[in-house]
């Protein structure tokens, strides 16, 4: 998140040459360090200090500017820090006393390029951060501040955000005021308990605020102040394609200075169709997602939807291809899905959401994958793996799943992060950034989809036997309509990315399913075989008959 959150920055400094007025909040504990930063690619920095007779000069990194002396409690803890093109002005050993109010400012060619001007505050301790445990049925969450000094006499309690655009802390209780919010519209969204220690936020609260602060303040001191983030969810998803498969990789626009980086370079206009890539742009919908029309091996490799206030990445990784299958369950009957996983293997599930989406329900590698609510209790993985019991079906289950088999091999790779850490406190040990580390890279062995259809009601009588063969068009129509919902999916695919956090798999499925197929899996359907394990790759169609199962 660190480098994440350097890279906003960075992308402010270039696009916004941000020009801000407002003090930005910083807490710092005593004997800590400030970092007035950071000036990129400029002439010289150049730090005041606010006073009341007017601003005092610390610093000035220019190799030209005479020799400064900084004010007498200043002496000896100012520093002017350089990494290759990011200058900045440190104050070391920070006390209460240098609460106040600083700014910095860039100069390139003798004209100001910006400035930037923080409010510090020092207090005296900082309690340890903590992520932020929302809740799974609502999505809210209870935020206590942890603090000794909570609830003593005369103590009052200081809350903040970080919002989009600009990530700086905006002051949005002050105990000594109200226990309201100090904005109005934040009211229907917490709940204000013990003083102004404890919020209860809702959903839309947490939604779009990454990290809450909260400041102890006592006799205009602040006793403490502490860090509450919520979880990082910007973490890579794998995307599972085969070639010539039709990948959407979904992103929101965010207005300017958007762009895609891919494996083949940056693409940041919607109108350049090239290597069959392209930006599907839609400002109604907010769609800012890529579309590998046709997916090659080119493709592979890393994507990241880059804007000044988000990222989203992706790997794209290829996978040989199955064999489709079809499997027939009965409403609360059970279905097993069938995936031949080999030993050293592991298996994820995915269905489909959306004409372009899909996502991960299962995957035996990582059990702490939130299984959706509508399928809680009701899956069982056999013990090799090569086998999930949907039970109790619903209508809802009908529809298309795959699954990803994957062999784990250790890559060793240096670490190709970026090279300057936005954290001031990490500067200060991070020695081991050029260090190698152990990746754990998957590698697809196959992915393979199956198509569950339900019988109805009345067919359903499991004493009876298989079901009544599926007309040979069932699969025609549904290859037609996906040429068509294209436009539409993508839309529904945005909506969908916004609303949902779970990591959503994009896979746009080509299927050419030749009638005599369906033949063959209405055949079978009257075969109440069992699970013949399908060892073969796409060409090899004679096998199919023995795979699908009625499961009365
Ligand atoms: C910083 O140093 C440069 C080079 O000597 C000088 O032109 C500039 O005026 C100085 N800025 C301040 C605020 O002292
Ligand atoms: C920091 O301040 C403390 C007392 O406030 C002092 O003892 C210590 O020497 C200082 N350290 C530096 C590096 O200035
Ligand atoms: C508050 O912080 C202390 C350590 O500073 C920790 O031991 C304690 O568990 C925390 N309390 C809560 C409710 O998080």
């Not at 660190?2 to 906003?8: A, C, E, G, K």
């Not at 049925?137 to 200081?158: M, P, R, W």
């Not at 609260?205 to 502490?226: A, D, P, R, T």
Request: hydrophobic letters at 30%.
């Amino acid at each position: 998140m660190t480098s994440f959150r350097f890279l906003q920055f960075l992308l402010f400094l270039l696009f916004h040459q941000v020009y801000s007025e407002a003090p930005e909040p910083v807490f710092k504990a005593e004997g800590n360090i400030i970092e007035m930063g950071y000036c990129f690619g400029v002439d010289y920095i150049v730090v005041y200090r606010a006073a009341p007779k007017g601003d005092q000069l610390l610093g000035n990194s220019s190799a030209d500017s005479k020799p400064i002396t900084p004010p007498a409690d200043l002496q000896g803890r100012i520093q002017i820090s350089k990494q290759h093109q990011l200058l900045g002005l440190q104050i070391r050993n920070l006390t209460q006393l240098d609460s106040g109010i600083y700014r910095r400012e860039c100069w390139q060619d003798q004209a100001l390029s910006n400035h930037h001007t923080h409010q510090l505050t020092v207090c005296n301790e900082e309690i340890e951060s903590k992520e932020i445990i929302v809740r799974q049925e609502d999505g809210g969450a209870e935020v206590l501040c942890n603090s000794t000094s909570i609830g003593v006499e005369g103590t009052f309690v200081h809350w903040y955000y970080e919002t989009h655009p600009n990530y700086r802390p905006i002051l949005f209780l002050d105990s000594s005021m109200s226990l309201k919010p100090l904005m109005e519209d934040l009211q229907g969204a917490m709940e204000v308990r013990d003083s102004g220690a404890l919020l209860l936020l809702n959903h839309s609260m947490l939604n779009n605020n990454q990290h809450f602060y909260c400041l102890v303040i006592k006799g205009g001191k602040c006793l403490s102040f502490q860090n509450m983030y919520m979880p990082d969810t910007s973490e890579s998803r794998d995307v599972f394609a085969s070639r010539g498969e039709r990948v959407v990789l979904p992103c929101t626009s965010s207005g300017n200075y958007q762009q895609w980086e891919t494996p083949l370079g940056m693409i940041n206009d919607s109108s350049v169709k090239s290597n069959h890539m392209f930006i599907s742009s839609d400002h109604k919908t907010l769609d800012y997602s890529l579309v590998i029309s046709a997916v090659d091996d080119e493709h592979q490799g890393d994507y990241s939807c880059i804007s000044p206030s988000h990222e989203i990445q992706y790997s794209l990784i290829i996978c040989p291809i199955r064999e489709p299958k079809k499997k027939f369950g009965s409403e609360a009957g059970e279905v097993s899905l069938e995936c031949d996983v080999g030993p050293e293997e592991s298996v994820q599930w995915y269905r489909k959401e959306t004409s372009d989406t899909y996502e991960l329900f299962y995957d035996s590698n990582h059990e702490t994958v939130s299984i959706p609510e509508d399928l809680r209790g009701r899956l069982t993985l056999s013990h090799n793996h090569s086998s999930l019991t949907l039970s109790d079906l619903v209508s809802k289950d009908e529809g298309e799943y795959y699954c990803v088999v994957l062999r784990e091999t250790a890559v060793s790779e240096t670490e190709d992060g970026y090279e300057y850490e936005y954290d001031e406190e990490e500067s200060e040990d991070d020695e081991n950034s050029d260090g190698v580390y152990w990746d754990e890279e998957h590698r697809c062995v196959f992915k393979q989809e199956t198509v569950l259809r339900l019988m109805t009601n009345e067919r359903r009588r499991p004493e009876v036997g298989p079901p009544e063969p599926e007309p040979s068009p069932t699969a025609g129509p549904k290859s037609d309509s996906n040429a068509t919902g294209y436009a539409l999916g993508v839309g529904l695919a945005l909506l969908f990315v916004v609303a949902v956090i779970v990591a959503v798999i994009v896979i746009k499925k080509k299927r050419k399913t030749p009638p005599q197929q369906s033949q063959a899996d209405a055949q079978s359907a009257l075969n109440t075989s069992n699970d013949v394990k399908m060892n073969v790759e796409p060409s090899c169609t004679d096998s199919l008959a023995q795979h699908d199962e009625f499961n009365a």
